[in-house]
């Protein structure tokens, strides 16, 4: 078909997009391309054997696809910043440190959660808090910078 063609002018804009060029532009793996094609949640067309997805299509896609800050609990948002709250992997990029991290430390009571629903949710204070209190200190009883 003449339209899937790739564009030999690199100045027009790409019209049509393979799996692999879709999950890239989408931080998706190709699987979950795969999987949205599946569910019907992405429109795409097959033309000599691959799959091709429209310009308009991935926006769409995009537009409407998951995302874990849309989180709803009882008709809030799970993760609501302008409130202060947050989940566990937001806080762990706030910290810089590793989500592991933070999950230990609800665990062993360093840092306050609580649960809605299945997602644990983080307060804003107390994300301060536990840093004040256990990242900011050095390992030689000094504080860092």
Known sequence: MEGW?????PSVEKKFFSITEAAKLNNVTRQAVYVAIKQKKLKATKCDGKWMISLNDLEE??????????????????????????????????????AQKIYYATRVGQLKA????????????????YKERYLSKSVFGVEAI
Request: charged residues 35%; without cysteine.
């Open 5 to 9: 063609e790739q564009q030999e002018n």
């Open 61 to 98: 896609y995009k537009k409407n696809k998951y995302s874990r800050e849309k989180s709803l609990y009882e008709g809030e948002l799970l993760f609501d910043k302008e409130k202060g709250y947050y989940s566990i992997n937001q806080a762990a990029k706030m910290l810089n440190v590793p």
């Open 114 to 129: 609580f649960r809605k629903g299945a997602a644990w949710v983080v307060k804003s204070e107390d994300i301060k808090e």
